[in-house]
Every structure is written in C-alpha cells, then in structure tokens.
C-alpha cells in the first residue's frame, strides 16, 4: 500500500517561502507521476507541479510558474515543493498525489491520482 506524507506547511508574510516534503512509502518510483495540488475552501483540487520519475521532467501551472520548484530524492523517496515569493492567493491547503505512469500519461488531472497525503495548510498573510 502506498502511504503519503506530507510536511512543512505553516504561516508566512507576503515574499517568503516554505518548502513542503513528501516522504513515500510502499511503491517503486520508477515510472510514477508525482505532483502537488492546492485546495481553496469549498472549491476541487488544482494541480499546480507535476515530476515524471522516469525522467524526472516537470511541469507548472501558470499560476506558480517561476516562484515554486517541483523536485525529488529519489533515494529517500520524498518529494518536494520549493515555494517563493508566496502571496496570499497561494494560502491553500496542499497534497501530494502519486500514481503509476508513462511520460505520456503524466498530467495534473486529480482524477489520474491513486494516492494521496492528508494535506498540509499554507497560510499567507499581507
């Protein structure tokens, strides 16, 4: 069973930043597509970083593109999100969500996802 954890959420001021991880367990990351999605109250799921283990290529959403860094230990199976410039719109609760995959079939589609972590709460104040 594959279990995910995530950590490293907290409060911070307009232009820090917070680092999430999330350690892995229960799979083998080869050929798995690892992402980070965000959830406003009362709306879906959003993906927002994506890493293709394979080839450990990256994809961003428009709205983080150059402020967060999507990456991985392979070796401690933990995936991580760099987060800079943080601005309150980016106050969200973040998961991490894995599942098997080509490179062709690695998305931000929440519905692709077998696994996720329990969420950790971002807040951002101005």
């Known amino acids: 069973q594959v279990h995910l954890v995530e950590s490293g959420g907290g409060s911070v001021q307009a232009g820090g930043s917070l680092r999430l991880s999330c350690a892995g367990s229960?799979?083998?990351?080869?050929?798995?597509?690892l992402a980070w999605f965000r959830q406003y109250p009362g709306e879906g799921r959003a993906g927002i970083a994506r890493?293709?283990?394979?080839?450990?290529?990256?994809f961003y959403a428009n709205s983080v593109k150059g402020r967060f860094t999507i990456s991985r230990d392979s070796a401690k199976n933990t995936l991580y999100l760099q987060m800079n410039n943080l601005q309150p719109a980016d106050t969200a609760t973040y998961y991490c969500?894995?599942?098997?995959?080509?490179?062709?079939?690695?998305?931000?589609?929440?519905?692709?996802?077998?696994?996720w972590g329990q969420g950790t709460q971002v807040t951002v104040s101005s």
């Open positions: 969500a894995a599942h098997a995959a080509s490179y062709y079939n690695c998305d931000l589609r929440p519905s692709d996802y077998t696994f």
């Open positions: 229960g799979y083998n990351s080869s050929n798995y597509c």
């Open positions: 890493i293709w283990t394979g080839g450990s290529i990256q």
